[in-house]
């Protein structure tokens, strides 16, 4: 198992940015499946953006592409979350989750990762 431990998340205003990381400990040395979901209050939580370790090939949700940007550190075994022109409509808890690879990446399906982060949280006010 891998501990991940989210971090950046805070206020801003429509059109601002924000850059969440997440840092990973334990067993680093196994190359994870990386995502970011978030979960609005009386929503489901939703797939935002992941990337498969493997190949460094992103994915990203419909709502969210060309605002929010996925990368991964090999060294840090981190992976951040750059957002930018952020809408009221991405206030959320935004989770960091990894997920022991597999062949197959089904990376908008939540049980593709076995460890999650506690969560930070993002507010963009109008």
């Known amino acids: 198992q891998v501990q991940l431990v989210e971090s950046g998340g805070g206020l801003v205003q429509a059109g601002g940015s924000l850059r969440l990381s997440c840092a990973a400990s334990g067993r680093t040395s196994t190359a994870y499946n990386m995502g970011w979901f978030r979960q609005a209050p009386g929503e489901e939580r939703e797939f935002v953006a992941a990337?498969?370790?493997?190949?460094?090939?992103?994915y990203y949700a419909e709502s969210v592409k060309g605002r929010f940007t996925i990368s991964k550190d090999g060294v840090k075994s981190s992976v951040d979350l750059q957002m930018i022109s952020l809408k009221p409509e991405d206030t959320a808890v935004y989770y960091c989750?990894?997920?022991?690879?597999?062949?197959?990446?089904?990376?908008?399906?939540?049980?593709?990762?076995?460890?999650w982060g506690q969560g930070t949280q993002v507010t963009v006010s109008s």
């Open positions: 990337v498969k370790w493997s190949s460094g090939r992103t």
């Open positions: 989750a990894a997920g022991t690879p597999r062949g197959g990446f089904d990376y908008q399906n939540r049980e593709e990762y076995g460890s």
